[in-house]
C-alpha cells in the first residue's frame, strides 16, 4: 500500500511540475507569434541573466515556505549584503581607533556577503524558534531592520565603481552563458541536492507536512528551521552580488519589494504556502515564466500602467490552474 | 503575574526614558526644527535631507529627520508628533502635490512655518514659502540639447520614473514639448523604470532586444540612466547610443567627464535645503515676508561645462 501511494504522490508531483512547464511554454509560443524579437538566442540569455537573481532568492524561499514559513526579509538582506561586498571591496573594513585597515579580495569580499546573508538568515531562525515568533511577523521585522543597516552602512549613497573583475560576475560570460545564470544554476542544483538527497531535505518536507509528527519522530525542529532560513539568507547574499556586479553598483534601495517576486515564483511553481509540497524545479518555472512576461510586456511596449495589471492577473490565472489541477487529482 | 509586572516595570522604565529626554531638551531652551523628507529610499533626497538638517544645525537649531515613506498617511502621523513637540518650524519635502496640503495647513492653524523643498504642493496660502527646482524648464533644456545631439534625426527610448509621480510627468512633458516637434525623431518604446537603476538596467535589455537600432535615450533620473548605461555597455553599444539623465548624481557628472552619459540636469538640493532653513530661521527671528515661490533653475551639464560641477551642484 505505502508503495503504491508513494508512485501516486511522485505522479501528481511530476504532473505538477509540467503543469508550470506548459504554462511556459504556451507563453512563449504566444509572444512569439506576438513578436519576432521574443524567440531568439540572445533574448532568451538575456531573460536568463535577468531571472538568475530571482531565481536565486526564491530558491531559497522554497526552502523556507517547504517548512510552511515565509521570509519577506530576502529583499533587504539581498541590499545589505550586496552593499557588504561593495563596501568591502572599494573601502575594506576600515578601524578608526585603532588607525587598522583590513582590504578585502574579490573572494574575500564573497565571502563576506554570503555570511553575513547567513548570519541574517540564523537570527530569523533563531527567533522564529526560540520565541516561537511566527515567521511572517520575525521576517518582517528582520525586512525593516536590514534595510535601516544598509542605509547606515552606505549612508543612503550608492557605493559604485567596483572594477572589471567584480563586474565579471554579473556582466561576464562563461561558454556563451552569462555568469549569472552559472550561479543561480548552482544555487538551484545545491537546494535541489539537498531536498531530495539529504537527510535534511527529508527532515524540510516532513516539518512543512507536519509538524507534530515531525517532533514525535525525533526531528530536531529547531535546528533544521534554523538551517533552512540560513540557507535562504545565504542564498539572497548571492543575489545580491549578482546585482551589485550587474549594476557595478550597491545601491542603498536595491530589492525592495524581491520578497513579493520570490513568493510569486515559488506560487506560480506549484509550491504549496502551506508547506510540505513543492519542488525547487518548479520555482525555477515560476521565476523565468515572470522574467518571460516581463520581458514579453516590455518587447511589445505595452503601457506601464497595464504591465502591472497583467503581471498580477498572470499570477492569479497560473494559481487557479494549480487549484483546480489538484482538484481534478 | 511575574511576567506581567515584569513587563509593566519595562514599560514604566522605557517612559521614565524618554520622559527624562524630552525634559533634558527643553532645559536646554534649544529651538527645534523637524525636517520630513518625502523618502530617504533614494539618495537624492537623502542629500537634501543631510543638507537641510546640517545648515539648521550650523544656525543654531536642534534638528530631526523624519521620514514618509512616500506615504502621505505617514507623512500626517509625523505632522501630528511635531506639532505635539512643538518644534518651531518645518522644512518639507512633500510627498504628494495633492495629499501633502492637508498636513501643511494643520502646521500652519499649529503656528509652525512650512517650508517646502524642491517639491511644490497644490496650495499658495497653506506654505509660508516654497524653494522649488524647476524640472519641466530642465528637461526643456535637456530635450533641445538632445535634439542637437542626435541632429534632428534618430530612433530614441525614453524612461519614465514611478508613473504616480509629479517630477516623472513634468520631465517627461517638457522634454517632450521640445523634442515632439522634430518628425525625425521617433520614440520607439516609452516604458517606466520606477527611478530604479536596477529595474532601468533591466527594461534597457529587453528594451534593446526589440530595438537594437536606436540612438538615443532619454531617463527621467540619473539613476535609471546608468542603469540604461549598463545595459548599453553589456550590449556593446555603449558609445553609439546617447544617453541623458537628471539630477546631477555623483556617478552621472564622472560618467559625462569620461564621455559615457551625454547630459543630466543639474538640480541644486544643497541650494534648496540652505534657503529653507535660513528662511526657517528669519522667520524664528521675526521676519514675515517671504517670496510664495523661490524657482531654483535646473542647469544642463554636458561634456563642455562639466568641469564647473561637481554631485548635486557647481564646484
Known sequence: ?329 | MKQTICKLLVICCTILLFEQCGQKANSSGQKKVAIVISTLNNPWFVFLGEKAAEKARALGYETKLFDSQNNTALESDHFDNIIVQGYNAILFNPTDADGSVANVQKAKAAGIPVFCMDREINSLAAATSQILSDSYAGAVAIGKYFVQTLHKNGNYVELLGLVGDNNTWARSKGFHSVVDHYPGLKMVAQQSADFDRNKAMEVMESILQAHPDIDGVFCGNDAMAMGAYQALLTAGKAGKVKVFGFDGADDVVNAIRQGKVAATGMQFPAVMAQTAAVFADEYIKGKRSFPQKVPVAVELVTNKNVGDYAAYGKK
Open chain 1, 1 to 329: 500500500m505505502s508503495g503504491m501511494s508513494e508512485t501516486t504522490i511522485t505522479y501528481k508531483q511530476r504532473i505538477k511540475s509540467l503543469q508550470s512547464l506548459i504554462a511556459l511554454v504556451v507563453l512563449c509560443i504566444l509572444l512569439s507569434v506576438l513578436t519576432d524579437k521574443f524567440f531568439t538566442t540572445d533574448n532568451g540569455l538575456n531573460i536568463l541573466r535577468q531571472t538568475a537573481v530571482n531565481i536565486c532568492v526564491a530558491t531559497g524561499m522554497t526552502l523556507v515556505v517547504l517548512t510552511a514559513g515565509i521570509d519577506l526579509s530576502v529583499g533587504s538582506v539581498l541590499a545589505l549584503c550586496g552593499a557588504i561586498a561593495a563596501g568591502l571591496l572599494k573601502n575594506g573594513w576600515v578601524f578608526p581607533s585603532a588607525d587598522l585597515y583590513i582590504g578585502f579580495t574579490i573572494f574575500g569580499v564573497l565571502l563576506a556577503a554570503i555570511i553575513a546573508g547567513g548570519v541574517l538568515g540564523w537570527f530569523n531562525g533563531f527567533v522564529i524558534t526560540k520565541f516561537k515568533v511566527p515567521p511572517f511577523v520575525a521576517t518582517l521585522a528582520m525586512l525593516t531592520i536590514a534595510r535601516g543597516l544598509t542605509m547606515l552602512y552606505t549612508k543612503g549613497q550608492p557605493i559604485s565603481n567596483l572594477g572589471a573583475k567584480f563586474a565579471f560576475i554579473g556582466a561576464g560570460s562563461f561558454l556563451g552563458i552569462p555568469v549569472p545564470v552559472w550561479i543561480a544554476l548552482l544555487v538551484v542544483l545545491l537546494a535541489a541536492f539537498i531536498t531530495k538527497q539529504t537527510r535534511l531535505g527529508r527532515y524540510i518536507y516532513a516539518i512543512g507536512g507536519n509538524e507534530t509528527a515531525a517532533k514525535f519522530s525525533g526531528i530536531n525542529i529547531p535546528k533544521v528551521v534554523i538551517m533552512v532560513y540560513a540557507l535562504a539568507g545565504m542564498m539572497a547574499a548571492v543575489g545580491g552580488i549578482i546585482v551589485t556586479s550587474r549594476l557595478d553598483s550597491a545601491q542603498p534601495n536595491a530589492g525592495v519589494s524581491y520578497e513579493l517576486d520570490a513568493i510569486a515564483a515559488v506560487v506560480i511553481g506549484g509550491t504549496s504556502l502551506s508547506g510540505g509540497r513543492g519542488t525547487v524545479w518548479g520555482t525555477v518555472m515560476g521565476a523565468i515564466i515572470i522574467g518571460v512576461l516581463n520581458n514579453g510586456l516590455v518587447l511589445l511596449n505595452v503601457s506601464p500602467f497595464w504591465q502591472q495589471v497583467v503581471k498580477g492577473g498572470v499570477i492569479l490565472l497560473a494559481v487557479i490552474i494549480d487549484k483546480i489541477g489538484n482538484k481534478n487529482d
